[in-house]
């Protein structure tokens, strides 16, 4: 790799970081980008604070140690369990000059704007419900005026990481869930799917959402966030590479990982297999 080499780092446990790396590439396709999935490691959704925090701490400096300045955790586990201590402790001791970014704060900012009636859903992982991080966050920004239900769903992820997607037991683990979150609240008219991996079940999801119900998906969100974040933080700006490359590795078996993700992504993807 040329000296100049400084792409920006997108980090998922699995598959479900490349429905944000597409957006990203989509909005800002002029930067070098890395994506790194631990798909042998995953799901994360289940996983204690100390193991999820403990294998995205690898994953960062890995990505460091390729030559990245700025790393995307685009796993709202990692963000949710991590990314406050690597920001915090891990960063400051590597090189604070480095930036690590997570996708819940960026998903929650127009919340606001979006709902009439001041009912919010959030779908996610046991992890990201457990941490309380998206009511902690919009209570943040909206104090009470804005009420936050959430339902964990714990089979969406293996469902995505095992391409099972599109046969009757995801459409019965995906109705389960969404009927929970509506008998939870009835009056939810905005519903936040809080996992990087639950738009590879949108038809399914779309199927059993309430018409009326405004779905926000993080891609497109995320995308517009970094794109944002990189006008506002010229000194970040200017040390990310814009050779227009993509690299993708992975945890698990590059025959396994290559064909689902250039499915995922919508063009061909050459993987690298990587230990952690
Ligand atoms: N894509 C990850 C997220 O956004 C999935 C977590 C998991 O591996 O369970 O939370």
Redesign the pocket.
Known sequence: MKDNYQPIGVF???Y??LTILKSIIEQLPQYDYIYLGDNAR????SRSFDVVYEYTRQAVMKLFSMGCQLVILA???ASAKALRTIQQNDLPLFDPSRRVLGVIRPSIEKIPQYTKTGHVGVL??TG?VLSNSYPLEINKIAGDRIIVTQEACPMW?PLVENDETSNPAADYFVRKNITNLFNKDPEIDTVILG???YPLLLPAIIKYLPDDVLLIEQGPIVAESLADYLVRHPEINQKCSKAGSRRFLTTESVQNFEPRASMFLGSPVNAEKIHL
């Not at 995953?42 to 959704?45: C, E, F, K, R, S």
């Open positions: 998922d446990s699995g479900g970081g995953t799901p994360y959704g796993c709202n586990t996610g992982t990201t992820v996992c990087t991996h």
